[in-house]
Structure formats: C-alpha cells, structure tokens
C-alpha cells in the first residue's frame, strides 16, 4: 500500500520561498506518475505539477515559471520548490501518486490512486 506524507508547508509573504517534499513509502518516486495538487478555501482542487515515470514534468499555466517539481530516488521523495509565491497560491497542497509511469491527464485527478493529507501553505500580501 502506497502512503505518501507531505511536509514543508508554512506561511511567507508575497515573493518568498517555500519547498515542499512529499515522503513516498510502498512505491517507488521515480517509477510512477506523480503529482502536486492544491486546494484555496471555497475552491476546487486543482492540479499544480506532475511528473512522470520518464522525468516529463507537467505545469499549470498559473506556476510555470516559479514552481519546479523533482522527484528525489535517494530520499524516495517528491519535491516541489515554490519560488516568487502570491497569495492566489494559498490552500493545502497535497501530494499524490497513480500506480502507472504515464502522466496523460496529468491534471485530472480521478486517475491518482494514493494521496497524502495535505500541507497548509499561506502566502500573505
């Protein structure tokens, strides 16, 4: 069975730094789509960035530029640095992972089979 624990959440104000890492146990980070959701208060969850078996990472238009995700094959980790932060990137980032290396619809999130429970990240003005 899958867990996936997520840590490195916090609070900074607008144009800071945060690094999220995602703890992978029952899988392997670097074998098998993986991704970065978030969810803002009043707000659906949305799809943040994946990357996929064969390292083809995947962005939504609101981060590119300022996000970067890395998988991490010594620590089994997923990682999300988070660079030039705004408000808007507020909510409870969640970290997750499909059971095949293949991130087509890498944003619809019906097709990941494991999730951790979130980390709370708040960017203030």
């Known amino acids: 069975q899958v867990k996936l624990v997520e840590s490195g959440g916090g609070s900074v104000q607008a144009g800071g730094s945060l690094r999220l890492s995602c703890a992978v146990s029952?899988?392997?980070?670097?074998?098998?789509?993986m991704g970065w959701f978030r969810q803002g208060p009043g707000k659906e969850r949305e799809g943040v960035a994946a990357?996929?078996?064969?390292?083809?990472?995947y962005y939504a238009d609101s981060v590119k530029g300022r996000f970067t995700i890395s998988q991490d094959s010594g620590k089994n980790t997923l990682e999300l640095q988070m660079n030039g932060l705004k408000p808007e990137d507020s909510g409870i980032y969640y970290c997750a992972a499909r059971d095949i290396s293949g991130c087509f619809t890498w944003d619809f999130r019906g097709l990941y089979n494991s999730w951790g429970q979130g980390t709370q990240v708040t960017v203030s003005s």
């Open positions: 990357v996929g078996g064969a390292g083809r990472t």
């Open positions: 029952g899988s392997s980070a670097t074998s098998v789509c």
